[in-house]
């Protein structure tokens, strides 16, 4: 009986033999590039969604923009759109433009103030290569990014106003904003508003001016 129970004893542990070496490297790599798959997927999708997010964001600031453009514009009297200059008349560099706007208070409370019936806006270089710019207003009269405030970024270009002078007609300014993150590589996702706002106090019809 003793015998016989030693001699199967060898058996069972050949049936119970594990994996090798190489089958058990094999595994592991399988593994690794599975969760390296599952990792990269969800990577790419969170990339995603702060994209849309950014994007989504950007328009929507680009909108309020244009709608406080419209208001400013509609209230004013005059309006002139010139290259942005320093306190000694000469135009800065990096190059930005500015959009001057005459408001009569009295008729605008919402838009300036009693002590100033001027507005401005100006597109100001955020970056070294020249296709990102922010754009602020200000009542002061002095547009910058330290004395305005801020509106929107990510504007690929400065002039994004042009005046419109119609004979016997009001004045009007047009806008032309493209909005865009990435306008180098992902030219295809600029985001352009565009506009034409009429001075709706304009007195002096067709007169614009237009020192640029």
């Known amino acids: 009986m003793g015998g016989g129970h030693k001699r199967s004893h ?5 049936g119970q033999a594990g994996y090798t070496l190489v089958e058990t490297l094999v595994v592991m790599t399988l593994l690794l590039i599975v ?16 994209d849309q997010t950014h994007r989504a964001d950007d328009q929507e600031s680009a ?19 010139q ?4 306190s000694s008349g000469t135009v800065i560099s990096p190059l930005g433009y500015t959009l001057n706007l005459a408001v009569d208070p009295g008729i605008c409370l919402a838009v300036t103030t009693s002590a100033s019936n001027t507005v401005q806006w100006c597109t100001v270089q955020k970056d070294t290569s020249g296709t990102r710019f922010g754009v602020y207003r200000t009542i002061s009269g002095n547009c910058n990014s330290s004395d305005a405030v801020f509106q929107v970024d990510y504007v690929t270009r ?19 904003m493209p ?34």
């Open 63 to 81: 909108r309020l923009t244009l709608q406080r453009l419209r208001r400013d514009i509609h209230c004013a009297s005059a309006a002139q759109v």
């Open 179 to 212: 909005v865009n993150r990435d306008p180098v590589s992902r030219a295809g996702r600029t985001y352009e508003l565009q506009d034409t706002i009429a001075l709706r106090n304009d007195s002096v019809l067709g007169n614009c001016s237009t020192d640029t």
């Open 83 to 86: 290259k942005t200059r320093d």
């Open 35 to 50: 969760i390296g798959s599952i990792a990269d997927a969800f990577s790419s999708a969170s990339h995603t969604e702060v």
């Open 158 to 176: 400065p002039d994004i106003w042009a005046m419109i002078c119609p004979t016997s007609k009001l004045q009007a300014v047009a806008v032309d």
């Open 10 to 14: 060898p058996a069972r542990l050949l």
